[in-house]
């Protein structure tokens, strides 16, 4: 019995300081900046190391900034990262946004045994598994029907709160949002700017 509790203790230990390791390490979190404040994002290289790569590249080079929440069902997910046609400054098309990506390839699945939790952050992608690219989403609450089908990328460390207030769309239309919220800033932690 000793032996046993033991070996918990050493686990139970094991997963709280992976968990928090995410957290720590500035070259994978991301920061986005909301209307409201700051959420940050602990990525997880650890299960999609070519997802991650893609979205730290995009907000270095500033593509993120200004994307549109095209796509936001309350109890479900808010959906961003359409650079084609989702940057509410230069080129927005509402009647295209959420269809668009960015100018590198699609990315192979990453799937993994991580659940879809409220603060997961999952990549969206079209029937083709091998289709992500650019968008992502991230889940207001449990989405386990999503479960190895779609790349998981990462999860709220903090701002959940922000991520609440998020301008919800239309249920009859699939989530489409008219004026929606944007991400205004988009940044990797280690990059400090």
């Not at 990549?123 to 207001?140: E, K």
């Not at 929606?180 to 988009?186: A, L």
Request: with cysteine.
């Amino acid at each position: 019995m000793l032996k046993w509790l033991a070996s918990a203790c050493v686990v139970a230990a094991t997963l709280f300081a992976t968990q928090f390791a995410f957290a720590a390490d500035p070259e994978n979190t991301l920061v986005i900046t909301l209307k409201d404040g700051d959420v940050t994002i602990a990525l997880r290289p650890d299960l999609a190391p070519k997802h991650v790569e893609q979205i730290k590249a995009l907000a270095r080079e500033g593509a993120y900034d200004n994307v549109a929440f095209h796509r936001v069902i309350d109890g479900f997910m808010a959906q961003t990262g359409d650079v084609q046609y989702g940057d509410l400054n230069d080129g927005y098309d509402a009647s295209a946004a959420g269809m668009g990506s960015s100018d590198k390839p699609d990315l192979p699945a990453e799937f993994s045994n991580e659940p879809f939790v409220r603060g997961t952050i999952g990549m969206a992608r079209a029937q083709d598994p091998n289709s992500a690219n650019s968008q992502f989403f991230i889940c207001f609450d449990d989405a386990s029907f999503l479960n190895g089908q779609y790349t998981v990328v990462g999860t709220v460390e903090k701002g959940m709160e922000l991520v609440d207030n998020i301008k919800k769309g239309d249920a009859a239309d699939n989530g489409s949002v008219s004026d929606p919220d944007r991400m205004i800033r988009v940044r990797v932690a280690a990059d400090n700017n």
